[in-house]
Protein backbone atom coordinates (compact mmCIF):
# COMPACT_ATOMS: atom_id res chain seq x y z
CA UNK A 1 0.00 0.00 0.00
CA UNK A 2 1.07 3.27 -0.75
CA UNK A 3 2.97 5.09 1.97
CA UNK A 4 0.58 8.35 1.76
CA UNK A 5 -1.89 6.13 3.91
CA UNK A 6 -2.24 4.87 7.09
CA UNK A 7 -4.33 1.87 6.24
CA UNK A 8 -7.30 0.74 4.14
CA UNK A 9 -9.38 3.48 6.38
CA UNK A 10 -7.94 6.43 5.02
CA UNK A 11 -8.20 5.28 1.42
CA UNK A 12 -11.92 4.34 2.29
CA UNK A 13 -12.14 7.89 3.35
CA UNK A 14 -10.56 9.07 0.63
CA UNK A 15 -12.89 7.28 -1.79
CA UNK A 16 -16.09 8.45 -0.37
CA UNK A 17 -14.83 11.98 -0.15
CA UNK A 18 -14.40 12.23 -3.85
CA UNK A 19 -17.46 10.13 -4.91
CA UNK A 20 -14.97 7.38 -6.52
CA UNK A 21 -15.36 4.29 -4.74
CA UNK A 22 -14.41 2.31 -8.15
CA UNK A 23 -10.54 3.43 -6.91
CA UNK A 24 -10.99 1.76 -3.58
CA UNK A 25 -12.57 -1.68 -5.63
CA UNK A 26 -9.39 -1.45 -7.90
CA UNK A 27 -6.67 -0.87 -5.21
CA UNK A 28 -8.84 -3.96 -2.91
CA UNK A 29 -8.30 -6.18 -6.37
CA UNK A 30 -4.90 -5.54 -6.64
CA UNK A 31 -3.96 -6.14 -3.23
CA UNK A 32 -5.92 -9.61 -3.28
CA UNK A 33 -3.92 -10.34 -6.41
CA UNK A 34 -0.65 -9.53 -5.03
CA UNK A 35 -1.17 -11.83 -1.83
CA UNK A 36 -2.64 -14.59 -4.26
CA UNK A 37 0.79 -14.52 -6.31
CA UNK A 38 2.94 -14.34 -2.52
CA UNK A 39 1.01 -17.27 -1.59
CA UNK A 40 1.38 -19.58 -4.54
CA UNK A 41 4.80 -18.70 -4.88
CA UNK A 42 5.11 -19.74 -0.71
CA UNK A 43 3.63 -22.88 -1.42
CA UNK A 44 5.48 -23.73 -4.28
CA UNK A 45 8.94 -23.26 -2.63
CA UNK A 46 9.71 -21.00 -5.17
CA UNK A 47 9.95 -17.72 -2.38
CA UNK A 48 9.37 -18.37 1.72
CA UNK A 49 7.16 -15.91 2.67
CA UNK A 50 6.84 -14.88 6.35
CA UNK A 51 2.94 -14.43 5.76
CA UNK A 52 2.24 -17.45 5.39
CA UNK A 53 3.55 -19.98 7.64
CA UNK A 54 2.21 -23.48 7.20
CA UNK A 55 1.02 -23.90 10.42
CA UNK A 56 -2.62 -24.88 11.72
CA UNK A 57 -4.75 -22.07 9.93
CA UNK A 58 -3.89 -23.78 6.74
CA UNK A 59 -5.40 -27.35 7.36
CA UNK A 60 -8.94 -26.43 7.09
CA UNK A 61 -8.80 -25.61 3.72
CA UNK A 62 -6.32 -28.22 2.91
CA UNK A 63 -8.59 -31.90 4.41
CA UNK A 64 -10.13 -33.61 2.01
CA UNK A 65 -11.55 -37.37 1.50
CA UNK A 66 -14.21 -39.30 3.93
CA UNK A 67 -11.37 -39.58 6.81
CA UNK A 68 -10.42 -35.69 7.16
CA UNK A 69 -7.31 -36.41 5.54
CA UNK A 70 -4.97 -33.34 4.88
CA UNK A 71 -3.46 -32.84 0.70
CA UNK A 72 0.00 -32.96 1.71
CA UNK A 73 0.59 -32.38 -2.33
CA UNK A 74 1.87 -29.07 -2.85
CA UNK A 75 4.32 -29.55 0.18
CA UNK A 76 5.72 -32.27 -1.61
CA UNK A 77 4.99 -34.18 1.74
CA UNK A 78 4.00 -37.50 3.18
CA UNK A 79 2.53 -39.42 6.15
CA UNK A 80 4.62 -42.21 7.45
CA UNK A 81 1.27 -44.33 8.10
CA UNK A 82 0.64 -43.84 4.04
CA UNK A 83 4.18 -45.29 2.99
CA UNK A 84 3.08 -48.77 3.27
CA UNK A 85 5.45 -51.36 3.71
CA UNK A 86 9.58 -50.80 3.34
CA UNK A 87 11.32 -51.50 0.25
CA UNK A 88 14.65 -53.18 -0.14
CA UNK A 89 17.82 -51.40 -1.74
CA UNK A 90 17.80 -50.76 -5.45
CA UNK A 91 21.32 -52.07 -5.87
CA UNK A 92 22.60 -51.78 -9.15
CA UNK A 93 25.90 -53.05 -7.15
CA UNK A 94 24.85 -55.23 -4.15
CA UNK A 95 26.34 -53.50 -1.15
CA UNK A 96 28.57 -50.63 -3.32
CA UNK A 97 26.24 -48.96 -5.74
CA UNK A 98 22.75 -48.08 -4.83
CA UNK A 99 20.02 -45.88 -6.83
CA UNK A 100 20.12 -42.60 -6.10
CA UNK A 101 22.81 -42.86 -3.47
CA UNK A 102 26.49 -41.40 -3.29
CA UNK A 103 29.20 -43.90 -3.28
CA UNK A 104 33.16 -42.30 -2.77
CA UNK A 105 35.97 -44.14 -3.46
CA UNK A 106 39.04 -42.78 -2.02
CA UNK A 107 42.94 -43.94 -2.07
CA UNK A 108 46.34 -42.79 -2.33
CA UNK A 109 48.58 -42.53 -5.22
CA UNK A 110 48.94 -46.23 -6.82
CA UNK A 111 46.01 -47.86 -4.94
CA UNK A 112 44.09 -48.34 -8.85
CA UNK A 113 40.70 -46.09 -7.28
CA UNK A 114 39.95 -45.32 -10.78
CA UNK A 115 40.40 -48.08 -12.71
CA UNK A 116 38.19 -49.62 -9.94
CA UNK A 117 35.56 -47.02 -10.13
CA UNK A 118 35.52 -47.65 -13.82
CA UNK A 119 35.04 -51.33 -13.82
CA UNK A 120 32.15 -50.99 -11.64
CA UNK A 121 31.04 -48.64 -14.42
CA UNK A 122 31.11 -51.04 -17.07
CA UNK A 123 30.03 -53.19 -15.09
CA UNK A 124 26.75 -52.10 -14.31
CA UNK A 125 26.48 -50.72 -18.24
CA UNK A 126 27.57 -54.12 -19.82
CA UNK A 127 24.56 -56.85 -19.43
CA UNK A 128 27.46 -59.28 -19.52
CA UNK A 129 28.96 -58.33 -16.59
CA UNK A 130 27.32 -60.68 -13.32
CA UNK A 131 30.08 -59.91 -11.00
CA UNK A 132 32.37 -56.62 -10.33
CA UNK A 133 35.63 -56.21 -7.75
CA UNK A 134 34.16 -59.46 -5.97
CA UNK A 135 30.60 -58.18 -5.72
CA UNK A 136 27.40 -59.53 -7.63
CA UNK A 137 25.71 -56.70 -10.22
CA UNK A 138 21.93 -56.91 -9.46
CA UNK A 139 20.78 -54.06 -12.37
CA UNK A 140 22.14 -52.77 -15.60
CA UNK A 141 21.56 -49.26 -17.47
CA UNK A 142 23.77 -46.55 -18.86
CA UNK A 143 26.38 -44.95 -16.87
CA UNK A 144 28.32 -41.38 -17.94
CA UNK A 145 31.79 -40.96 -17.47
CA UNK A 146 32.88 -37.86 -16.28
CA UNK A 147 36.44 -37.23 -16.37
CA UNK A 148 38.32 -34.32 -15.05
CA UNK A 149 41.78 -35.65 -14.83
CA UNK A 150 42.99 -37.52 -17.87
CA UNK A 151 42.35 -37.49 -21.37
CA UNK A 152 39.75 -39.57 -23.76
CA UNK A 153 42.70 -41.95 -25.30
CA UNK A 154 43.68 -42.99 -21.74
CA UNK A 155 40.02 -43.27 -21.11
CA UNK A 156 39.41 -45.94 -24.25
CA UNK A 157 43.04 -47.44 -23.41
CA UNK A 158 41.14 -48.58 -19.67
CA UNK A 159 37.91 -49.32 -20.80
CA UNK A 160 39.13 -51.36 -23.38
CA UNK A 161 41.87 -53.25 -21.33
CA UNK A 162 39.12 -53.95 -18.81
CA UNK A 163 36.31 -55.38 -21.16
CA UNK A 164 39.14 -57.73 -22.53
CA UNK A 165 39.78 -58.84 -18.76
CA UNK A 166 36.47 -59.65 -18.40
CA UNK A 167 35.69 -61.43 -21.68
CA UNK A 168 33.22 -58.55 -22.92
CA UNK A 169 32.30 -56.69 -25.56
CA UNK A 170 32.42 -53.13 -25.26
CA UNK A 171 29.30 -52.15 -23.50
CA UNK A 172 26.77 -49.87 -25.89
CA UNK A 173 25.73 -47.87 -23.20
CA UNK A 174 28.62 -46.39 -21.44
CA UNK A 175 29.38 -42.47 -22.21
CA UNK A 176 32.41 -40.72 -21.40
CA UNK A 177 32.55 -36.76 -21.00
CA UNK A 178 35.98 -35.00 -21.07
CA UNK A 179 35.18 -31.42 -18.63
CA UNK A 180 39.49 -31.23 -18.38
CA UNK A 181 39.83 -27.13 -18.61
CA UNK A 182 36.03 -26.53 -17.89
CA UNK A 183 34.76 -25.00 -14.87
CA UNK A 184 32.15 -26.61 -12.51
CA UNK A 185 29.37 -23.86 -13.50
CA UNK A 186 29.89 -24.93 -17.22
CA UNK A 187 30.68 -28.82 -16.92
CA UNK A 188 28.19 -30.14 -14.40
CA UNK A 189 25.01 -28.44 -16.12
CA UNK A 190 26.26 -29.91 -19.28
CA UNK A 191 26.44 -33.34 -17.51
CA UNK A 192 22.93 -33.17 -15.74
CA UNK A 193 21.11 -32.65 -19.47
CA UNK A 194 23.39 -35.63 -20.29
CA UNK A 195 22.32 -38.27 -17.85
CA UNK A 196 19.10 -37.08 -18.78
CA UNK A 197 19.24 -36.94 -22.59
CA UNK A 198 20.76 -41.04 -22.13
CA UNK A 199 18.87 -42.10 -19.52
CA UNK A 200 21.71 -42.85 -16.94
CA UNK A 201 21.49 -44.91 -13.80
CA UNK A 202 24.92 -44.18 -12.71
CA UNK A 203 27.34 -41.55 -13.14
CA UNK A 204 31.68 -41.96 -12.28
CA UNK A 205 32.83 -38.35 -11.32
CA UNK A 206 36.47 -38.65 -11.49
CA UNK A 207 37.87 -37.19 -9.37
CA UNK A 208 35.59 -34.71 -7.53
CA UNK A 209 38.53 -32.26 -6.15
CA UNK A 210 39.50 -31.66 -10.20
CA UNK A 211 36.12 -31.60 -11.36
CA UNK A 212 34.44 -29.20 -8.61
CA UNK A 213 37.45 -27.06 -8.43
CA UNK A 214 36.84 -26.26 -4.61
CA UNK A 215 38.68 -25.61 -1.14
CA UNK A 216 38.78 -29.01 -0.13
CA UNK A 217 39.44 -28.29 3.39
CA UNK A 218 36.25 -25.59 3.58
CA UNK A 219 33.10 -27.28 5.06
CA UNK A 220 30.97 -24.46 3.65
CA UNK A 221 32.72 -24.86 0.07
CA UNK A 222 32.22 -28.89 -0.26
CA UNK A 223 28.41 -28.43 0.99
CA UNK A 224 27.97 -25.89 -1.40
CA UNK A 225 29.73 -28.14 -3.82
CA UNK A 226 27.97 -31.49 -2.96
CA UNK A 227 24.68 -29.61 -3.10
CA UNK A 228 25.20 -27.39 -6.02
CA UNK A 229 26.49 -30.41 -8.34
CA UNK A 230 26.23 -33.78 -6.46
CA UNK A 231 22.95 -33.60 -5.35
CA UNK A 232 20.78 -32.74 -8.30
CA UNK A 233 22.06 -36.04 -9.71
CA UNK A 234 20.71 -38.32 -6.70
CA UNK A 235 17.90 -35.97 -6.43
CA UNK A 236 17.53 -37.54 -10.49
CA UNK A 237 17.06 -40.60 -9.13
CA UNK A 238 20.73 -41.47 -10.67
CA UNK A 239 23.69 -43.05 -8.46
CA UNK A 240 26.66 -40.77 -7.86
CA UNK A 241 29.99 -42.82 -8.31
CA UNK A 242 32.62 -40.37 -6.67
CA UNK A 243 36.28 -41.35 -6.75
CA UNK A 244 38.68 -38.73 -4.16
CA UNK A 245 41.91 -38.62 -2.98
CA UNK A 246 43.28 -39.81 0.27
CA UNK A 247 46.22 -37.61 1.93
CA UNK A 248 49.45 -38.67 2.79
CA UNK A 249 48.46 -39.08 6.31
CA UNK A 250 45.58 -40.93 7.97
CA UNK A 251 42.66 -42.84 6.39
CA UNK A 252 39.75 -40.10 5.40
CA UNK A 253 38.80 -38.57 2.16
CA UNK A 254 41.16 -35.57 1.75
CA UNK A 255 39.53 -31.83 2.71
CA UNK A 256 36.40 -31.49 4.91
CA UNK A 257 34.54 -34.31 6.95
CA UNK A 258 31.43 -33.35 4.57
CA UNK A 259 32.44 -35.72 2.19
CA UNK A 260 32.38 -38.24 4.12
CA UNK A 261 28.66 -36.72 6.23
CA UNK A 262 27.82 -36.78 2.43
CA UNK A 263 28.52 -40.45 1.00
CA UNK A 264 26.29 -43.14 1.76
CA UNK A 265 28.95 -45.74 0.82
CA UNK A 266 32.71 -45.09 1.19
CA UNK A 267 35.03 -47.44 0.11
CA UNK A 268 39.31 -46.82 0.59
CA UNK A 269 41.44 -48.31 -1.63
CA UNK A 270 45.12 -49.36 -0.29
CA UNK A 271 48.04 -50.33 -1.73
CA UNK A 272 49.47 -54.11 -0.62
CA UNK A 273 52.85 -54.16 -2.44
CA UNK A 274 54.84 -50.98 -1.54
CA UNK A 275 58.02 -51.10 -2.72
CA UNK A 276 57.56 -54.86 -3.81
CA UNK A 277 56.13 -54.65 -6.57
CA UNK A 278 55.73 -57.58 -8.97
CA UNK A 279 56.17 -55.97 -13.18
CA UNK A 280 52.33 -56.37 -14.25
CA UNK A 281 50.53 -57.44 -11.10
CA UNK A 282 49.65 -54.90 -8.04
CA UNK A 283 47.56 -56.38 -5.16
CA UNK A 284 44.97 -53.64 -3.34
CA UNK A 285 42.31 -53.89 -0.74
CA UNK A 286 38.97 -52.10 -0.63
CA UNK A 287 37.82 -51.24 2.19
CA UNK A 288 34.10 -50.57 3.13
CA UNK A 289 34.44 -47.58 5.81
CA UNK A 290 30.47 -48.02 6.34
CA UNK A 291 29.91 -51.76 6.47
CA UNK A 292 27.81 -52.32 10.05
CA UNK A 293 25.09 -53.08 8.13
CA UNK A 294 26.69 -55.02 5.04
CA UNK A 295 26.74 -58.56 4.32
CA UNK A 296 29.89 -58.64 2.72
CA UNK A 297 32.96 -58.19 4.69
CA UNK A 298 34.70 -55.07 5.61
CA UNK A 299 37.40 -56.11 3.52
CA UNK A 300 38.53 -57.22 -0.07
CA UNK A 301 42.05 -57.69 -1.61
CA UNK A 302 42.02 -57.68 -4.92
CA UNK A 303 44.58 -59.05 -7.67
CA UNK A 304 44.71 -57.05 -10.63
CA UNK A 305 46.76 -58.14 -13.52
CA UNK A 306 47.94 -56.13 -16.44
CA UNK A 307 49.06 -58.03 -19.89
CA UNK A 308 49.04 -56.70 -23.27
CA UNK A 309 45.81 -55.17 -24.16
CA UNK A 310 44.09 -56.73 -20.99
CA UNK A 311 43.56 -55.74 -17.16
CA UNK A 312 42.35 -58.62 -15.16
CA UNK A 313 40.61 -57.83 -11.26
CA UNK A 314 40.30 -60.58 -9.14
CA UNK A 315 38.69 -61.32 -5.65
CA UNK A 316 41.23 -63.10 -4.17
CA UNK A 317 38.79 -63.83 -0.60
CA UNK A 318 41.62 -63.01 2.12
CA UNK A 319 39.04 -62.99 4.92
CA UNK A 320 37.30 -60.78 7.50
CA UNK A 321 38.17 -57.44 8.61
CA UNK A 322 39.97 -58.11 12.07
CA UNK A 323 43.08 -59.97 10.31
CA UNK A 324 46.24 -57.19 10.26
CA UNK A 325 48.21 -55.82 7.78
CA UNK A 326 51.01 -57.91 8.06
CA UNK A 327 48.69 -61.40 7.53
CA UNK A 328 47.35 -59.81 4.16
CA UNK A 329 50.93 -58.92 3.27
CA UNK A 330 52.49 -62.60 4.15
CA UNK A 331 49.49 -63.96 2.28
CA UNK A 332 50.26 -62.15 -1.00
CA UNK A 333 54.01 -62.88 -0.68
CA UNK A 334 52.77 -67.08 -0.52
CA UNK A 335 50.27 -66.80 -3.66
CA UNK A 336 53.35 -65.36 -5.63
CA UNK A 337 55.59 -67.84 -4.70
CA UNK A 338 52.98 -70.51 -5.60
CA UNK A 339 51.92 -69.12 -8.69
CA UNK A 340 55.21 -69.69 -10.16
CA UNK A 341 54.45 -73.40 -9.17
CA UNK A 342 54.02 -76.08 -6.17
CA UNK A 343 56.17 -75.74 -2.97
CA UNK A 344 57.18 -77.61 -0.10
CA UNK A 345 56.86 -75.72 2.98
CA UNK A 346 60.46 -75.39 3.30
CA UNK A 347 60.57 -73.63 -0.12
CA UNK A 348 57.58 -71.43 0.70
CA UNK A 349 60.43 -70.07 3.47
CA UNK A 350 62.99 -69.45 0.90
CA UNK A 351 60.48 -67.63 -1.35
CA UNK A 352 59.18 -65.47 0.83
CA UNK A 353 61.26 -64.73 3.50
CA UNK A 354 58.95 -65.38 6.09
CA UNK A 355 60.02 -67.95 9.18
CA UNK A 356 59.27 -71.80 9.10
CA UNK A 357 57.21 -70.85 12.56
CA UNK A 358 55.25 -68.25 11.24
CA UNK A 359 54.19 -69.89 7.82
CA UNK A 360 53.33 -73.62 9.65
CA UNK A 361 51.54 -72.08 12.17
CA UNK A 362 49.56 -68.83 10.96
CA UNK A 363 49.43 -68.13 7.34
CA UNK A 364 49.55 -71.85 6.09
CA UNK A 365 46.18 -72.97 7.86
CA UNK A 366 44.98 -69.45 7.38
CA UNK A 367 45.06 -69.41 3.83
CA UNK A 368 44.25 -73.39 3.77
CA UNK A 369 41.11 -73.12 5.98
CA UNK A 370 39.69 -70.39 3.16
CA UNK A 371 40.38 -72.65 0.24
CA UNK A 372 43.00 -70.14 -1.30
CA UNK A 373 45.37 -72.92 -1.31
CA UNK A 374 45.61 -76.67 -1.10
CA UNK A 375 47.68 -79.76 -0.18
CA UNK A 376 49.16 -82.10 -2.47
CA UNK A 377 49.69 -85.28 0.21
CA UNK A 378 50.41 -87.26 -2.59
CA UNK A 379 54.16 -85.87 -2.77
CA UNK A 380 56.82 -86.35 -0.40
CA UNK A 381 57.75 -83.78 1.23
CA UNK A 382 53.89 -82.72 0.99
CA UNK A 383 53.27 -79.78 -1.08
CA UNK A 384 51.55 -76.72 -1.62
CA UNK A 385 49.37 -75.54 -4.62
CA UNK A 386 46.88 -73.11 -6.09
CA UNK A 387 44.89 -75.80 -7.76
CA UNK A 388 42.15 -76.75 -6.28
CA UNK A 389 42.33 -80.72 -6.67
CA UNK A 390 39.97 -82.79 -8.49
CA UNK A 391 37.15 -84.60 -7.23
CA UNK A 392 39.45 -87.80 -8.37
CA UNK A 393 42.59 -86.47 -7.12
CA UNK A 394 44.29 -89.17 -5.13
CA UNK A 395 45.57 -87.53 -1.82
CA UNK A 396 44.65 -83.79 -2.23
CA UNK A 397 43.18 -82.34 0.61
CA UNK A 398 40.69 -79.67 0.70
CA UNK A 399 39.46 -79.58 3.88
CA UNK A 400 40.84 -77.06 5.69
CA UNK A 401 43.72 -79.32 7.36
CA UNK A 402 47.30 -78.67 6.24
CA UNK A 403 49.77 -81.07 6.45
CA UNK A 404 53.11 -80.06 6.97
CA UNK A 405 56.39 -81.42 5.45
CA UNK A 406 57.75 -84.41 7.22
CA UNK A 407 54.76 -84.77 8.90
CA UNK A 408 52.01 -87.74 8.44
CA UNK A 409 48.33 -86.71 7.16
CA UNK A 410 45.53 -87.44 9.28
CA UNK A 411 44.00 -90.68 8.65
CA UNK A 412 40.58 -91.74 8.56
CA UNK A 413 39.89 -94.80 10.06
CA UNK A 414 37.26 -96.81 11.11
CA UNK A 415 37.10 -96.92 14.94
CA UNK A 416 37.13 -100.69 16.63
CA UNK A 417 33.59 -101.10 18.61
CA UNK A 418 33.21 -99.40 22.10
CA UNK A 419 36.55 -96.71 21.05
CA UNK A 420 35.92 -93.37 21.84
CA UNK A 421 38.58 -90.77 19.71
CA UNK A 422 40.41 -88.32 22.14
CA UNK A 423 42.69 -85.77 22.11
CA UNK A 424 45.64 -84.82 23.50
CA UNK A 425 48.32 -82.14 23.16
CA UNK A 426 47.63 -81.56 19.36
CA UNK A 427 47.32 -85.71 18.85
CA UNK A 428 44.05 -87.12 17.63
CA UNK A 429 44.24 -90.78 19.39
CA UNK A 430 42.20 -93.85 19.03
CA UNK A 431 41.31 -96.74 21.84
CA UNK A 432 41.92 -99.02 18.82
CA UNK A 433 44.99 -97.79 17.26
CA UNK A 434 48.74 -95.78 18.49
CA UNK A 435 48.46 -92.25 17.97
CA UNK A 436 50.30 -90.91 14.77
CA UNK A 437 51.92 -87.18 15.73
CA UNK A 438 50.41 -84.09 13.24
CA UNK A 439 52.59 -81.07 12.72
Known sequence: MSPLFKDISDLHLLAVETDQPEMLKMV??????????????????????PHYPLTAPLAPSLRVGANDAIDLSPFGAERFVDMGDPEPPDYLVRNVVEEATPTYMYGGRGSL????????????SSHEVHKVLGYPVEDHGPVVILDSELNKNVFNRRATELCQGMGIDKPKDLYYLNVVGRPPTSSFPTLHKLIEVVGAVAVVIDSFGFATRGDPLSYMDMRDNTANYIDPIIASGVAAIIVEHKPHHGNHIFGSVLKEYHGRYIFR?????????????????LINEKASW??????????????????????????????????????????????????????????????????RNTILPRMNKAKQIFVRENRRPFTYTLAAPSATSHGDRADGAVAESGSTPYLKTP?????????????????????????
Open 415 to 439: SSPGSTPKRSSGQWLTSSRPSRRLD
Open 294 to 359: AEEGQKTTLLTKFSPGKIEITNVEVPDAEQSEVYVNAEVKVRRALEKGDKTKDQLVEATGLSETYL
Open 269 to 285: TEDLDGDDRVKGERNTR
Open 113 to 124: KSIKALAVGIGI
Open 28 to 49: LDTLVWKAELEYQKHVSGERIS
